[in-house]
Every structure is written in structure tokens, then in C-alpha cells.
């Protein structure tokens, strides 16, 4: 099973940026990327998700002005540019992959992706 690697999680004071990377081991990114995250005490959130086919990309609406994906197939890499953030921002993110799915306009469930990352922490206090 293809194993994903996240990095570029850090303690950031409210308002800064982190960007983070998900790469995979040995072999080539799925069709579908997504960041996950998960806060204690609250349930996995499906924050953003990118296709390779065509680059289209989907936002939840917490995340949506703030962050952005983006896929770069030569590094083998989806990246998640965080911008303006917040302390409820603060949580474990990682990345999904799944060669089969299309990520489309609609939740993101962690049960449609065969591939995970082990986390890297982020969190937003001053």
C-alpha cells in the first residue's frame, strides 16, 4: 500500500502562514490528493483535494480564501499553502491519496481514500 509523507507542520502565531507537503514513497502521487485534519477532541475534516487529471481542486468553506492547494507532478509533490491562520486552525493535518477517485464539490470523506500520511502538527497560538 502506498505510504504518504507530510511535512512543514509548525507552532505559528495567529495571522502567519506554513505551507505543507505531502509526498509519496517511492513511487508517483494518486490521481486524488487531499488534506485532512483533525483537532482533539473533534472529528477528521476534509479541508481541501486536488485532482491530477485536470488540476481541478475543492475547498471546504473553512479553509476556503485562506489555503491553497497545488500539485506539482514533476516534484511529486501536493502542497497546502495556509494563509491568515487561526487558533482553531490548530491540529494534526494529513494526506490522503486515492488512484480511482475524483475529487468533486462536495465533503470529502476520509473512507474514499486507500492511502494516508502519518500527520504533522500544526498549531496557531501567540
Known amino acids: 500500500q502506498l505510504q504518504l509523507m507530510e511535512s512543514g507542520g509548525a507552532l505559528v502565531q495567529p495571522g502567519g502562514s506554513l505551507r505543507l507537503a505531502c509526498a509519496a514513497a517511492?513511487?508517483?502521487?494518486?490521481?486524488?490528493v487531499a488534506w485532512f485534519r483533525q483537532a482533539p477532541g473533534k472529528e477528521r475534516e476534509g479541508i481541501s483535494c486536488i485532482n491530477r487529471s485536470d488540476g481541478s481542486k475543492w475547498y471546504a468553506d473553512s479553509v476556503k480564501g485562506r489555503f491553497t492547494i497545488s500539485r506539482d507532478n514533476a516534484k511529486n509533490t501536493v502542497d497546502l499553502q495556509m494563509n491568515t491562520l487561526k487558533p482553531e486552525d490548530t491540529a494534526t493535518y494529513y494526506c490522503?491519496?486515492?488512484?480511482?477517485?475524483?475529487?468533486?464539490?462536495?465533503?470529502?470523506?476520509?473512507?474514499?481514500?486507500?492511502?494516508w500520511g502519518q500527520g504533522t502538527q500544526v498549531t496557531v497560538s501567540s
Open positions: 490522503a491519496g486515492d488512484r480511482d477517485l475524483y475529487c468533486e464539490g462536495r465533503s470529502l470523506s476520509g473512507a474514499d481514500f486507500t492511502s
Open positions: 517511492g513511487s508517483t502521487l494518486p490521481h486524488a
